[in-house]
């Protein structure tokens, strides 16, 4: 039986466990990537382990966050970052130089390699054939120290494209069209292999697009072969060397099958608030648009912004709207601007936006009230965008370009009168490093520099025998990362979890923090109950963190996204489940909990909450692996680490 690409290159950096699906492995890591709002907080924890350098192949530190800089503590946070990379052996990549995974795409990923990352885009490294997952910043402070990533063997689930994509439909109607049929919840310990003869008519970025957004569906990652296509970019970018054909084998078995016909796909557009509420676009036609936000991880590459600065040429945005374009790195704003097309761009009325996360994150262009955003990144949750009201349309660059010169969505497959923007793919792109900052040889003498904004990490206590306290908060189903712990104005603080802390479910409930530093003080621990796909999103280790310093102990939910999980167990944080799906109307807010012998409880997988509150007892779930609950139990990986480093 032959083997799929997934199980290829999982084989090979295998050194925990065995690839059967669900069991426990842990993986060498090749390559990792910090982005400023988590690396600060990756680097405080790597400096905490002792270590004097980065053991792994590659290991580089992104700024393309927080870079508005209002305040000092952003400022202080990328010296931080510049000094402990240059003290660490990590290559440092300056604000300006773009976003962190179409920068690590042109400059660092490479065929059959594994790359952790602590964002949750990191998958966008599956367009170069790499395994490339996104985790918490500890996750990946302990890869850059050497030692294994651990996860839950995959599924792979095969996608096989046919055909080839019609103009006017991109690869982001790919991804939407995988993401209205595989939605954003239940596929936990999955990867999304790409196979087919569609495959060859896709170029790397359009690749990533589909790798990028994947995340949204909840996977471990995404993947494409490495082809010729592989090798053209590799080459154009004078990194011919990194370059190897992978592919699976032809009679490779696959645990699900999903066909899409390339040739035969319709535009699409994710309606608010959720990247799964999936429409054709000409069923939403006609709707007026007061912004349009063309950029981010997902959708910033040459091709893209060339067909928009095409389809801008010689035109005029409407006047009932705001454009925002964001090159996604210094390699696409410098080629946008000696082939004429930024000049096109600024011609048009477009505003021309920093190479970074942004408008992505809520760090600026929020919309209006109620304003209607068509945007070409991967999120559209409530609020994420800065504007509560904030009405967020995810589409393709043509989509949004052809909204920019309406002034409405508009089907591009309708007769719009705009000529389709014909962009061939470059055979070379410009290749300029000087944004790179390279760490020398010896990097003991370098002062790491810590502005008063830079907190250690905090420490928790290992789990008691009892756990007894309060439902501080009850909340519902798709709770993001973004819900936990905002970004956009509350970014600066990621590196002071002090006073981070404040801000825990501000959009949800502002009072959250103040209601568990009562019960601290009261001698009560917290709980946290949800529904399903709590703590889907981003990658934030601090809603993870942040919750264990004002004293949650557990979250109880119907279903917890895999990074969270990862990210609660780290911290010493329960990861509890209802084994009856109706238990979850069984427990309300104020309820007083109960968790008798619970440090035996959780070893066995299944653990009794008694609800004090209605003199019920409601059986959970603790669905964890061996280095879970050794972390647990110790009160998180830091202080396993203390042990054994």
């Known amino acids: 039986m032959g083997k799929t690409l997934t199980e290829k290159i999982l084989s090979a950096h295998l050194v925990e466990g065995s690839l059967k699906p669900g069991s426990p492995i842990g993986i060498r890591i090749d390559q990792t990537l910090t982005q400023d709002a988590t690396g600060t907080m990756a680097y405080l924890q790597f400096e905490a382990m002792g270590l004097d350098r980065v053991k792994n192949e590659l290991a580089v530190s992104y700024v393309d966050h927080n870079t508005i800089q209002v305040g000092f503590e952003n400022a202080d946070d990328h010296r931080y970052l510049q000094s402990v990379a240059a003290s660490k052996g990590v290559i440092y990549s300056r604000p300006g130089n773009g976003i962190c995974h179409q920068v ?333 900052i390279f760490p020398p040889e010896d990097g003991r003498d370098v002062k790491i520099l810590r502005g008063p904004n830079i907190g250690d990490p905090p420490k928790n206590t290992p789990l008691k025998e009892t756990l007894k306290g309060l439902v501080t908060i009850k909340v519902g189903d798709k709770i993001t990362t973004d819900h936990i712990m905002p970004a956009g104005a509350r970014l600066k603080y990621r590196s002071n979890i002090v006073e981070y802390s404040k801000y825990v479910f501000e959009p949800v409930d502002p009072s959250f923090a103040t209601r568990c530093q009562e019960n601290q003080k009261k001698g009560l621990d917290n709980f946290i109950v949800a529904g399903t796909s709590y703590g889907q999103g981003s990658s934030r280790e601090h809603a993870a963190i942040c919750p264990m310093y004002l004293g949650v102990q557990a979250v109880v939910a119907l279903s917890i996204e895999r990074i969270h999980q990862n990210n609660l167990c780290n911290f010493g944080i329960l990861p509890l489940t209802f084994k009856d799906k109706s238990d979850y109307e069984r427990i309300g807010q104020g309820d007083e909990l109960v968790l008798q012998d619970i440090r035996t409880q959780i070893g066995k997988g299944e653990v009794i909450l008694e609800n004090k509150s209605r003199g019920i007892s409601i059986p959970l779930v603790c669905d964890i692996t061996p280095d879970q609950l050794e972390m647990l139990l110790a009160g998180g990986l830091l202080n396993v680490l203390k042990e054994n480093i």
């Open 104 to 436: 690590h795409l042109e400059r660092f990923g490479r065929p059959g390699a594994t790359l952790l990352g602590s964002d949750s885009h990191t998958p966008t490294g599956g367009g170069l054939g790499m395994i490339a997952i996104g985790s918490g910043g500890l996750d990946v402070a302990v890869a850059m120290a050497g030692r294994p990533f651990h996860l839950i063997a995959p599924k792979v689930v095969e996608i096989r494209l046919a055909g080839k994509l019609r103009p006017w439909v991109s690869a982001k109607d790919v991804i939407l069209a995988v993401l209205e049929h595989f939605t954003t919840k239940g596929n936990v310990n999955c990867i999304f292999e790409y196979t087919g003869e569609g495959v060859a008519s896709l170029e790397v970025p359009e690749r990533s697009t589909i790798c990028n957004m994947g995340a949204e569906a909840g996977v471990t990652t995404s993947l494409f072969p490495s082809d010729e296509n592989t090798r053209r970019f590799l080459e154009g970018h004078n990194r011919g060397e990194d370059y190897k054909a992978l592919a699976a084998d032809e009679d490779a078995v696959y645990d699900d099958l999903f066909e899409i016909d390339l040739s035969t796909l319709e535009a699409r557009i994710a309606l608010p608030h959720s990247p799964d509420n999936i429409v054709l676009v000409k069923d939403v036609a006609g709707k007026k648009v007061d912004q349009v936000l063309i950029g981010s991880c997902t959708n910033s590459s040459y091709v893209d912004m060339k067909k928009v600065a095409d389809l801008l040429e010689g035109k005029v945005v409407h006047p009932s709207l705001s454009l925002g374009v964001a090159p996604g790195s210094r390699e696409v704003f410098m080629m946008l601007a000696n082939d004429g097309s930024l000049a096109k761009l600024i011609a048009s009325g477009a505003r021309i936006l920093e190479s970074a996360c942004g408008f992505c994150i809520g760090n600026h262009q929020s919309p209006g009230s109620d304003g209607v955003s068509l945007r070409t990144n991967n999120r559209n949750f409530e609020g994420r965008s800065g504007t509560k009201s904030g009405q967020v349309y995810l589409v393709s660059p043509e989509v949004a370009a052809l909204g920019a010169l309406t002034g409405k969505i508009t089907d591009p497959l309708s007769q719009h009168g705009f000529a389709y923007p014909t962009v061939s793919f470059p055979t070379k792109f410009l290749v300029d490093d000087s944004m790179l």
